[in-house]
Structures are given as C-alpha cells and as structure tokens.
C-alpha cells in the first residue's frame, strides 16, 4: 500500500487542474482497502474514492481529507466464455481491448469511454446507445465502511441515466463482471474503429478534459444548448468551452479548478436565461474553492 501527504491531484485526474488533496492512499488487495476504509470510519475522517480521476475535479483550495485511489492490482481482467471479469480500476479501454481478443461482442459502445470500469458502473456511463447497465450482470462491492464484501447483481444496481446506487451507498466496485456475446473479430475490431474514429472527430481528445462536462438534460441536448446560446469557445482563463464540441469544456492550458468551475457556471446561468434549463455537471467537483 502506497500513502502520500499532500498529494497534487492534478496529477490523478484528466483534467490536469485544481488542487492538493491533505492525504492520498493507494491500496492494493481487497483487505487493505477494507482495512484503510475501515481506519477512516473509525477516524471520522472526509474521504472519496477515485479511480482513473476522469470525472473528477479536486477545487483549487484542495481537499481536507484523503482520497482512496485502487491501486494496479485492481486492474486484472480475466474471460470466462462470454463473459469478463475486471477489477474495478481495469480501464474501458483495456477492456475494450479484452473483449476484443477474445471475440466478444456488446462492449463496442464503451471502448472510447475514458477512465475505470468502476468508475462507469458508479455512473453507468454509456455512449453511441449503449449503457453499462445493459451489460453488467453483477458487481462485487466493499461497503463504504470496510466491513462488507458483497456482490450484487446488475438487475439490482438501481441504474438509470447516469445513476447508480452507488451514489446513495458510497459502495466502492471491486470487480464488475459483464455479460457479452460471441462475435466476430474483424466486425468487433471494425466497429471499434469506426466508434474511434468518430470521437475523435467530433470531440476535442487532444485537450485535457472530463469527457462531457454535463448531463443531458431530458428531452434536450446540453451541447446543442450550449452552441445554440452562443457559447461554443467561450473562454474563462485557461478553461474553454470547446469549439470542437460544445458539451465539453476543456482545459487549454493551464486552467485552474476555479476557471472551469466559473466557466461551468456561466455556462449554466447563460443557457438558463435563454431556454430555462438547468445543466447538471457530470463531474464530480471535490473541496473548497
């Protein structure tokens, strides 16, 4: 188990901004990280779980509490017939990567998807059509005090638009295994490098960012909103809503937490006063500005 004091967290999320978290600790197995979620409980100290840090912001003001990270050996990923196994640190794209040498398909649809396995059942991330939920079939969990080990099925994880029961239990996945089909390797491959080719595309993966930056609210598209109130490219320091894709908002270069979240704001204010709707973040925005 690694721990460091006063860790940049600029360093473990993607948007390569914001600020220091007062304690980062990195478990490797199973029973460290109870032992460690343990400890905190008992200390009654402020935590959050990280995984990849792609949708993830830690405010310029930093982060008075310690961020539990999943260490590598988090990251295996085993196939068993038509189904993965993965840690709940494996990245989508070396899952991706996995269902693909094993000709298996239904996993197309998140192969682009940044960060952690973990990290897309907590917010059952989907794109191009397809969703988490329709491929999980059950998540081993340890309970946000360490006590318990459990595993539930995909049916019971409560998902929804970017929602999982995760976010009311504070659960963290330790292994997610997915149900996929038999496929056929060059019309799996194929498909993957179409998906690619259109994110990168129509989206700006050359910048730092955390994917799209806000929900899609119901019966609209938050881009769409976005462009259509005049925004796209519209700047606050180093943060930028992008001229690539309005959905997303980038950093530039050297953008402070503070940038994107003013930027985030002005975003939402502006797009409210024209058409009355409110954009929620996708990202989750940690500590104190």
């Known amino acids: 188990m690694k721990r460091f ?3 940049d967290m600029r360093e473990y999320t993607s948007f390569r901004a914001g600020g220091r978290a007062a304690e980062l600790v990195i478990p490797e197995t199973i029973e460290e990280l109870r032992e460690v979620l343990q400890k905190l409980c008992r200390d009654g100290r402020r935590f959050i779980i990280l ?8 405010a310029d003001g930093g982060f008075d509490g310690t961020v539990v990270k999943l260490g590598e050996a988090f990251s295996g990923i085993r196939i068993d017939g038509d189904m993965i196994a993965a840690g709940g640190g494996a990245l989508m794209s070396s899952v991706a990567k996995a269902a693909l040498n094993g000709d298996l398909t239904g996993f197309e649809f998140a192969s682009g998807i940044p960060g952690s396995i973990g990290g ?3 917010m059952n991330a989907g794109a ?4 988490m939920k329709d491929i999980v079939k059950s998540v081993s969990l340890v309970s946000r005090d360490g006590k318990t080990l459990r595993t539930v099925k995909g049916e019971d994880m409560d998902f929804s638009y970017r929602h999982s029961c995760l976010e009311e239990t504070g ?3 330790v292994t997610v295994c997915l149900q996929l089909k038999q496929g056929v390797h060059d019309e799996i491959a194929a498909q993957m490098k179409e998906l690619t080719r259109r994110r990168n595309e129509k989206q700006p993966v050359q910048y730092p960012s955390a994917g799209s930056f806000f929900k899609r609210p119901e ?3 938050a881009g769409k909103l976005i462009q259509d109130a005049g925004l796209k490219g519209l700047s606050v320091g180093g943060a930028q ?3 690539q894709h309005s959905g997303f908002i980038i950093n530039r270069g050297g953008a402070t937490a503070k940038d994107i979240t003013s930027l985030m704001r002005l ?6 006063d024209k058409f009355g709707v409110r954009l929620e973040p996708e990202v989750r925005i940690i500590g104190e500005e």
């Open 5 to 7: 004091i006063d860790a």
């Open 171 to 173: 659960d963290i996945v």
């Open 241 to 243: 809503v992008s001229e």
């Open 120 to 122: 897309a059942v907590f």
């Open 51 to 58: 995984g990849n840090g792609s949708n993830t912001l830690i």
């Open 128 to 131: 191009y059509g397809g969703e």
């Open 267 to 272: 975003v939402q204010n502006t797009v409210f």
């Open 219 to 221: 019966g609209y598209f």
